[in-house]
Nanobody, 126 residues
Framework: QVQLVESGGGLVQAGGSLRLSCAAS????????MGWFRQAPGKDREFVAAIGWSGGITAYSDSVKGRFTISRDNAKNTVYLQMTSLKPEDTAVYHC???????????????????WGQGTQVTVSS
């Protein structure tokens, strides 16, 4: 199964940009749809963005649509999340994982990974 390492988070002022990276090893990364999920203090984990195995399909939560862009490079076993126009409400720990779709919603595909990575903290100041 795939192992995941997230990076690229940090502290940024509102309106700024960050690019998150998720490096995968093991499994068969190029066959997996991948997603980004985030969890803010005191809140449930929520879906942020997802991308199909070939990159031809992308999906975003309404809260980030138009501001975030998900992409992947299968040759590098890496998925990215380019975040622009960041808002304080984007503050959260961001994780990546194999993902599956259910209508409007996406969820982690638990059968394709053993455990969550360490995540990367994104903090946006007002």
């Amino acid at each position: 199964q795939v192992q995941l390492v997230e990076s690229g988070g940090g502290l940024v002022q509102a309106g700024g940009s960050l690019r998150l990276s998720c490096a995968a090893s093991g499994g068969t990364f190029s066959r997996y749809s991948m997603g980004w999920f985030r969890q803010a203090p005191g809140k449930d984990r929520e879906f942020v963005a997802a991308i199909g195995w070939s990159g031809g399909i992308t999906a975003y939560s309404d809260s980030v649509k138009g501001r975030f862009t998900i992409s992947r490079d299968n040759a590098k076993n890496t998925v990215y999340l380019q975040m622009t126009s960041l808002k304080p409400e984007d503050t959260a720990v961001y994780h990546c994982a194999p993902a599956r779709s259910y209508g409007y919603s996406w969820a982690p595909n638990e059968g394709l990974f053993n455990s969550w990575g360490q995540g990367t903290q994104v903090t946006v100041s007002s």
